[in-house]
């Protein structure tokens, strides 16, 4: 019953980053110069990414601010507080202003090498530092829930609040992620490959992202792919919504390994790493008359596979990482053979959890340890956090998805121009309708 028991005393709510900051009366579209330049005037991109170590994209905060400053200047004028979307709930609980580090780190206004709200960003565009609120650790206690809100709950004791984490940070404890030697690959909806980090930071340039982790005095680099889970999903609607996704992968064992010479690339929301471009568009390459429906299939779950892989890539050169094993989660570890091409694909063992709860059960083990049942996330971890048997990788086809991986990276750069073509043919004729 402990777990249980934490998970009514956690109110450190994990949740979407990279998600609506302010309510806005407007459709949400007008941000794409802010990634290429900013603004005029003010902070280019390569001197925000210096302090936040992160690249200017229009999901993060700040460029969420800007819009509302310049689209909605009477919104702006009355906004006295900022919150982000898991910060509210727990202000609403137990009245006080916070937010963690690991939600900080994702905002473009938070200085990544100290610590510390930039207020060098602050300054440039205008944002006073009282409307944000100050910066907590994922396992600090942060107050009890307020009489007002436990009567209504039907609470009788007093519920202690930790401030929590973001949703990736949460998923990364709720995995294990807690040492150098362990990584994440999660394919949900968009696809995530995630690892611990130590200080003094890795610059990686802005390859990567590059956030607070959800343990004290640790960060986590993590390499994102718009598309992954999502993919399959499109490809199963469009050509065989009959059938189930076991059905669907059944057979895709029998094909080999590169689809006899089919890539799929899997673009079909845009990319993120290591490319970030709204125009790219997915593809298949090489079709030819032997190649069946299975052969698609496993184009697909390969080309996803191999789109964490050039993530993993950027850890190794940058950081000079290494894994003893990678924890799959999300729908790429419910599927063997899919298990075992990850395992192939990142040449590293792969295991998956026996009970995958996902950001929940990290936000629960970190109230466990803010509670001071556990005195570190390793103790924690072990108590918590039980995986299946290590999928090991196959030497050769190690070798094969080496040789299929160089192949792969030269599809982005055929087709780059090809893509932009095609979206602005598209917007001219969406415009003569």
């Known amino acids: 019953m402990t777990i249980l028991k934490v998970i009514v005393l956690v109110v450190g709510i994990p949740f979407l980053t990279f998600t609506y900051l302010i309510f806005l009366k407007?459709?949400?579209y007008l941000i794409n110069g802010f990634e290429s330049a900013c603004k005029t005037g003010r902070k280019t991109a390569a001197e925000i990414l210096s302090i936040t170590k992160n690249t200017v994209l229009k999901g993060f905060?700040?460029?969420?601010?800007?819009?509302?400053?310049e689209n909605e200047p009477e919104i702006w004028a009355e906004v006295k507080h900022i919150l982000l979307p898991k910060d509210y709930p727990?202000?609403?609980?137990?009245?006080?202003?916070?937010?963690?580090?690991?939600?900080g780190a994702s905002t473009l206004l938070f200085d990544m090498d100290n610590k510390v709200w930039s207020q060098e960003i602050l300054n440039v565009f205008n944002v006073s530092r009282d409307v944000l609120p100050d910066l907590v650790e994922s396992v600090e206690y942060v107050g009890d829930i307020k009489e007002e809100s436990a009567n209504r709950f039907g609470f009788s004791q007093t519920v202690k609040v930790f401030a929590g984490g973001a949703d990736n940070a949460c998923s990364a404890v709720g995995s294990g992620i807690v040492g150098d030697d362990i990584a994440m690959a999660s394919i949900g909806t968009s696809g995530v490959f995630l690892a611990s980090e130590n200080r003094p930071l890795k610059d990686y340039h802005?390859?990567?992202?590059?956030?607070?982790?959800?343990?004290?005095?640790?960060?986590?680099?993590?390499g994102v792919t718009l598309a992954a889970g999502s993919n399959l999903d499109w490809h199963k609607r469009t050509f065989a919504p009959e059938k189930s996704y076991d059905e669907l992968?059944?057979?895709?064992?029998?094909?080999?390994?590169?689809?006899?010479?089919?890539?799929?690339?899997?673009?079909?929301?845009?990319?993120?790493?290591?490319?970030?471009?709204?125009?790219?568009r997915g593809s298949f390459v090489g079709i030819d008359t032997s190649h069946t429906a299975d052969h698609f299939t496993r184009a697909?779950?390969?080309?996803?596979?191999?789109?964490?892989?050039?993530?993993?890539k950027i850890m190794e050169n940058v950081a000079g990482k290494s894994f003893s094993r990678i924890v799959s989660v999300g729908g790429g570890a419910k599927s063997k053979i899919w298990q075992q091409t990850q395992a192939d694909v990142f040449a590293t063992p792969v295991v998956t959890l026996k009970a995958e709860e996902g950001p929940g059960l990290g936000a629960a083990m970190i109230a466990?340890?803010?509670?001071?049942?556990?005195?570190?996330?390793?103790?924690?971890?072990?108590?918590?956090?039980?995986?299946?048997?290590r999928i090991y990788l196959i030497e050769c086809n190690v070798l094969k998805y080496k040789e299929l991986l160089k192949i792969y990276k030269d599809?982005?750069?055929?087709?780059?121009?090809?893509?932009?073509?095609?979206?602005n043919f598209s917007k001219a004729e969406d415009s003569s309708l």
Not at 90 to 103: A, M, P, Q, T
């Open 26 to 28: 407007k459709q949400y």
């Open 61 to 69: 905060t700040l460029p969420k601010i800007v819009w509302v400053q």
């Open 90 to 103: 727990r202000f609403w609980l137990e009245g006080k202003l916070n937010i963690d580090y690991s939600d």
């Open 206 to 222: 802005g390859q990567l992202h590059l956030f607070h982790h959800a343990m004290p005095n640790s960060d986590y680099s993590m």
């Open 249 to 280: 992968l059944d057979n895709v064992g029998d094909i080999s390994i590169g689809a006899d010479g089919l890539l799929f690339t899997p673009y079909i929301v845009r990319k993120r790493t290591p490319y970030i471009d709204s125009n790219i």
């Open 300 to 312: 697909v779950i390969e080309g996803i596979t191999l789109s964490l892989k050039e993530s993993q």
């Open 368 to 389: 466990a340890i803010g509670l001071g049942w556990f005195e570190t996330f390793e103790s924690c971890t072990k108590a918590f956090v039980d995986y299946t048997e």
């Open 411 to 423: 599809i982005y750069p055929s087709t780059k121009n090809i893509s932009s073509k095609l979206v």
